[in-house]
């Protein structure tokens, strides 16, 4: 693996970052839940929706073209049927129109959310991989759309990927590829298609559904984003969702990006297990309502169209909620900068599992620990006719350290909050 910055201590510690960042920090979820909720929204629907999304091409910026989607076709098809897909999900914030009204105008894009989302070829797991944006890797040159090419850096900031493109190439599309030039360069794994998400758009999204309950072991108050929650179970509304995604600097916290990566990972997990839940999948009102508010937070490569994100829904739509699965790329602090942080060893198995379609959870168990995984290597991929079976998952066992499931954050809920 290329990466120059390593440390190999299994133990991080979070890094305070040297700046304050008043940009919102936002969680790039509509993606996610698209494919997750959206298996009733096929055929004429998805076409309708089609026309909500922006596209941008970057093909031509990145070394793995994104495949294209199947076209006129009337069935729920899979595009990606019998493979593996890998999607970057970015968070973006934009300052201008509508979301500067939230946040305030501002010049210029930056994205400090970033989430490697991994879809198994059985289409039986899937796995979310936060990059914390003080991570320190190489970028490689970047080829942008003015015909410029950017020149390559050693241990920069992850998030330097996308700001570099969007500051000298003047778009998100240059943006995009060269933050899917970097994953690609730094963990090996190809990626099939990039999604922004703005955080206007996450908040109409939190609403349509009705709003998240989280749950709050213990009062949170942040004065950067004006967060205030009592200790319990808390429903939030778009809003509060939002400043909740963003809170690094509630009291008893470092500060780091890292505390803000867990606050996001709980988001994403009651958001799809609402999105998941019977009192949206059975309501047409609220189902279209979210998916009228996702589809137009998104901006994606062109490849990824809504009839690809429909049949890749469907395929999904027999998945077990404990096998989606969240974590954060394993890591240390920088030796040359305590602010920062750098990827340890165990960060190494767990891109080689990705790219060769391995659970993430077998790549990060300590040896000789049962860990719960339903796919092994070889396995058959499963027809995009048939939904994967949950009768057919193995009993579950106790996930690694540091990652977590959909199922985990309800049941943990329950347990703390009586959710």
């Not at 999204?205 to 709050?216: I, N, P, S």
């Amino acid at each position: 693996m290329p990466q120059s910055t390593r440390r190999s201590s299994p133990v991080p510690r979070h890094a305070r970052p040297r700046k304050q960042h008043p940009a919102l920090r936002v969680l790039a979820v509509g993606l996610v839940a698209v494919l997750l909720g959206a298996v009733s929204l096929a055929g004429a629907v998805a076409q309708r929706l089609q026309g909500n999304v922006k596209h941008v091409d970057i093909a031509a910026l990145v070394d793995r073209p994104t495949p294209t989607s199947t076209s006129g076709t009337t069935e729920v098809a899979d595009a990606h049927a019998a493979r593996p897909v890998n999607v970057l999900l970015l968070g973006s914030d934009d300052r201008s129109g509508e979301n500067a009204e939230i946040g305030g105008a501002n010049g210029g894009m930056r994205s400090d959310t970033a989430i490697v989302m991994h879809v198994s070829a059985d289409r039986r797991r899937v796995e979310l991989v936060s990059v914390p944006r003080d991570s320190l890797v190489d970028i490689p040159a970047c080829r942008l759309t003015n015909q410029k090419t950017t020149k390559p850096q050693r241990a920069a900031m992850f998030n330097s990927a996308f700001a570099l493109g969007w500051d000298d190439g003047g778009d998100i599309a240059s943006a995009a590829a060269c933050t899917v030039t970097t994953v690609q360069a730094t963990t090996g794994v190809p990626v099939d298609h990039v999604a922004v998400v703005d955080f206007a758009g996450f908040q109409k999204m939190v609403d349509a559904v009705g709003g998240v309950q989280v749950c709050v072991p213990k009062a949170m108050t942040d004065d950067k984003t004006g967060l205030n929650l009592p200790a319990g179970l808390n429903a939030l509304d778009g809003q509060t969702a939002l400043q909740f995604a963003r809170a690094r600097y509630e009291t008893g916290s470092d500060g780091s990006d890292l505390t803000r990566i867990g606050h996001q990972q709980q988001l994403l997990a009651v958001l799809a297990h609402k999105v998941l839940s019977k009192a949206v999948l059975t309501d047409p009102v609220k189902l279209m309502s979210f998916a009228n508010a996702a589809t137009s937070a998104l901006t994606t490569d062109s490849g990824l169209t809504s009839s690809t994100a429909t049949g890749l829904a469907y395929s999904l739509r027999g998945i077990d909620p404990a096998q989606v699965v969240f974590t954060t790329v394993p890591n240390g602090p920088a030796p040359q900068d305590r602010y920062r942080v750098v990827w340890t060893e165990a960060a190494d198995r767990l891109w080689a599992a990705m790219a060769a379609d391995r659970p993430i959870t077998d790549a990060l168990a300590p040896p000789s620990t049962p860990v719960q995984s339903t796919t092994s290597q070889g396995s058959a991929p499963a027809s995009t006719a048939t939904a994967p079976s949950p009768a057919a998952s193995q009993p579950a066992a106790p996930l690694p350290k540091d990652v977590t499931s959909v199922d985990q954050v309800q049941a943990q809920a329950s347990a703390v909050c009586g959710g």
